[in-house]
């Protein structure tokens, strides 16, 4: 809307007929793409008409009456040559019988039109913000996703087979085309201090690609989401090792956890 | 040539020659200059009379705006800017009767004797003489930007006025 601010003032002079040279080019081109500024103008013409209708005097002198019917009169008789004004094309039938006092429909209605750029735009405006409101959901229901893996507060459950003590397990979710890569670990054992795991991916060939640092949280839980990768790895595996804090670009031996894709 | 239409028209006259003619009588300030300008007013509307769109504002209001613009622009001997189909003003009020009308101007006044003076005088000087924003800021020796913002003010406080009175179409 600041576009508008800046035409604000520029309008009422538009209004006034008072305003010249580039500024008003400027405006009318403005005006001729903006029904808002356009309705605007119309208003402000009205506020300046009260100044005109305020105005008092003496009455026109009576002749000037008769004058004005009789140039009339003297025009419908000459009309075919009439024509001397710049004019839009009205048909030469009878307005006034029309035009009642009432709303006549054979009026030029510039202000339907108006009323109809209006309804147009509402209705675009409508269709963006659905538009947005849907990508908006989706958006909602992907975080959604993301938060049940991701979220410190979320509660994990392994499952393992009756009468075993709960093993470390790690889950990679890979997704090739994206670089996208999910891990979830669980009953990783806690290590000593100023070390952690590190997550590789094993490529069909060639040397294993750093995937994440991680420690284990008080559970033994860990996740790693999207740390960056190559584009397009293809992964034969992916493995764990014990590594300093910082991480390393080689695996440090020995492999602590490692697996195939299912 | 069909009698019913000179009828109307001398309606028309009737209900609105004071308007046209007071406001013609202002910017001018002279009686046959401003009859002049009467005349081509109704003229130039009974010739082209689809120029008004009766749906929406007064005639009342639409005709003192375009006899305010003819009668600068005689002033100013400038040739007319403004093609009369293009002016659309958009005003609740019709101010036809003259009661109304005298309630209005009263009003009005009260609206600009209560601007600061320096606005009502921009205002008027805008609107009665048809001067231009520069040239208002050397007769006054304020800054352009300042008479600017005088004259839109001006023309919201008389909105303001009559749109609390109720029956502004906004």
């Known amino acids: ?262 | 040539m069909k009698s019913g239409d000179q009828s109307a028209l001398a309606e028309l006259y009737d209900r609105y020659s004071s308007v046209v003619y007071a406001v013609a009588l202002r910017v001018l300030g002279d009686t046959g200059a401003a009859e002049d300008i009467l005349q081509e007013v109704f003229l130039q509307l009974w010739r082209n009379p689809g120029a008004f769109d009766s749906a929406r504002g007064s005639l009342g209001a639409w005709l003192a705006v375009i006899t305010r613009n003819r009668a600068i622009d005689s002033l100013r001997r400038r040739k007319p800017e403004t093609d009369i189909e293009d002016v659309i003003v958009s005003v609740a009020p019709d101010l036809a009767a003259a009661a109304d009308r005298s309630r209005a101007a009263e009003k009005v006044r009260g609206v600009l004797g209560s601007m600061p003076t320096a606005q009502r005088s921009a205002l008027e000087m805008a609107y009665f003489e048809g001067m231009s924003h520069s040239e208002i800021a050397t007769k006054t020796g304020e800054p352009l930007g300042t008479i600017k913002t005088r004259i839109r003010a001006g023309l919201m406080s008389l909105r303001k006025a009559f749109a609390v009175a109720g029956g502004s179409s906004g």
């Open chain 1, 1 to 262: 809307m600041s576009q508008h601010e800046q035409f604000a003032e520029d309008l009422a002079l538009y209004a006034l007929n008072t305003l010249q040279g580039e500024d008003r080019a400027t405006l009318e081109k403005h005006l001729a793409t903006c029904p808002e500024c356009r309705l605007e103008l119309a208003q402000l013409r009205g506020d300046g008409a009260l100044l005109a209708l305020s105005t008092m005097g003496p009455k026109p002198p009576a002749r000037a009456r008769q004058r004005l019917l009789d140039a009339a009169a003297k025009q419908a008789a000459d009309s075919p040559r009439a024509q001397q004004t710049r004019e839009s094309a009205s048909p030469r039938r009878s307005w006034w019988g029309a035009l009642g006092w009432a709303a006549t429909a054979a009026v030029i209605v510039f202000a339907a039109s108006l009323w109809k750029e209006n309804a147009a735009l509402r209705q675009e405006v409508m269709t963006w913000r659905a538009l947005a409101g849907q990508q908006t959901l989706e958006l909602e229901n992907v975080r959604n996703v993301a938060r049940a893996i991701t979220d410190p507060s979320v509660e994990r459950f392994t499952l393992v087979a009756m009468k075993t003590p709960p093993q470390p397990q790690g889950k990679a979710f890979y997704l090739r085309n994206r670089s996208n890569l999910v891990f979830v670990a669980n009953n990783m054992p806690p290590l000593p201090p100023q070390k952690a795991y590190e997550l590789w991916l094993i490529p069909a060939q060639g040397a294993p690609i750093p995937a994440g640092v991680f420690k284990p949280d008080a559970h033994g839980s860990a996740t790693v989401v999207n740390p960056p990768l190559p584009a397009g790895m293809e992964a034969k595996a992916f493995a764990i090792t014990v590594e300093n804090e910082a991480g390393a670009t080689t695996p440090t031996m020995p492999i602590v956890m490692m697996g195939t894709g299912e």
